[in-house]
């Protein structure tokens, strides 16, 4: 069944998509990524809402979701690259500011983020920003620093948990 709908729909799915992110290349990713993801779900034999009653249709709205989410990691990346860790702080100061404090604050908890990604590994660090800002797969990104499915996981798995105890130090 997904062969004969790749085979019919794969053109018209990646045109569907570039009209949305203007970029043949990204389409093509975007499309493959809905592939794959309609691939998981016949294999589970029904979705997260219950039974597809319409295949085609379903497709469209994985891929128009994809091309979404693919919008917002554009924008944020061109706000913050892997590079430019060390600015992060300096790019991402409020607007304004009701309270004298809330800058203040907002400041600090910056530094502190900052700080907790400079205490991650390196390589955990890079999958995390690979993953959450650039929006890559872990296949993508295990391919891309020819490292294992596994320790891609792993490394995320170290990189959220330094996260999650920087959030629960800055609330206590």
């Known amino acids: 069944m997904l062969p004969e709908l790749v085979r019919d729909h794969n ?3 990646v045109a569907h998509v570039n009209r949305t992110v203007k970029c043949t290349s990204d389409a093509q990713d975007i499309v493959q990524e809905t592939w794959i993801r ?3 779900l016949l294999e589970e034999e029904q979705s997260p809402a219950g039974p597809i009653r319409n295949l085609r249709a379903y497709l469209y709205r ?3 979701n994809l091309s979404i989410d ?3 990691r554009r924008h944020v990346r061109r706000h913050l690259s892997a590079d430019t860790l060390e600015s992060v702080a300096a790019q991402s100061v409020p607007a304004s500011t009701p ?3 809330a800058g203040i604050i907002a400041r600090e908890s910056e530094a502190a983020f900052v700080a907790a990604l400079r205490r991650i590994p390196a390589r955990a660090r890079r999958v995390l920003i690979l993953s959450r800002v650039e929006g890559w797969t872990y296949p993508r990104i295990a391919a891309h620093l020819g490292i294992s499915l ?3 996981s792993n ?3 170290r990189a959220l948990a330094a996260c999650l105890v920087l959030m629960a130090d800055r609330i206590d």
């Open 155 to 157: 490394d995320m798995e």
């Open 11 to 13: 053109d018209r799915l």
């Open 38 to 40: 309609a691939l998981r």
């Open 150 to 152: 596994r320790t891609v």
């Open 62 to 64: 994985i891929a128009s």
């Open 99 to 101: 309270l004298p404090d």
């Open 70 to 72: 693919h919008l917002r």
